[in-house]
């Protein structure tokens, strides 16, 4: 067990303090697309919740019960994402998402991280979006 979890730290690093919110945001797509079997993707996702996200998902069985179903199981295993740029308001960054999922849909999604009285991003919400002509406005 400790072999796995140490395993599992040395690929999914847990977001620092002094992480920018874009390499918050590229580590939390990387968890989900590699994510596997073992749901360590997912559950790397959740540990970089906002306590406010986690009240409203509960923990994480019921976290990993909820991503593994539409609209949010696209983002697992998705073949490519591109993060728009970031609209900053105050101490939050929402960030357009589209991405092409392991079977070639496009799908946006707007992925909002706060910054936490520790100095720590972490996500607030991740809502489906309808796509538009550009990752500006989906």
Not at 4 to 15: D, V
Not at 20 to 41: C, E, I, Y
Not at 77 to 87: C, E, M, N, R, V
């Amino acid at each position: 067990m400790r072999y796995t979890l140490l395993c599992l730290a040395l690929i999914f690093p847990a977001a620092q303090a002094d992480d920018a919110p874009l390499d918050v945001m590229r580590s939390l797509l990387l968890a989900l697309q590699t994510n596997d079997d073992s749901n360590a993707g997912i559950a790397q996702v959740f540990d970089q919740a906002a306590p406010s996200n986690k009240a409203a998902t509960g923990p994480l069985p019921r976290f990993i019960s909820m991503v593994s179903r539409h609209p949010y199981v696209e983002l697992l295993q998705h073949q490519s994402a591109d993060i728009g740029p970031a609209l900053a308001r105050g101490n939050t960054q929402q960030y357009p998402i589209r991405l092409i999922t392991k079977t070639g849909h496009a799908m946006g999604y707007l992925w909002t991280l706060e910054q936490q009285p520790n100095q720590q991003w972490m996500t607030t919400t991740v809502r489906p979006v309808a796509l538009g002509q550009s990752i500006k406005g989906l």
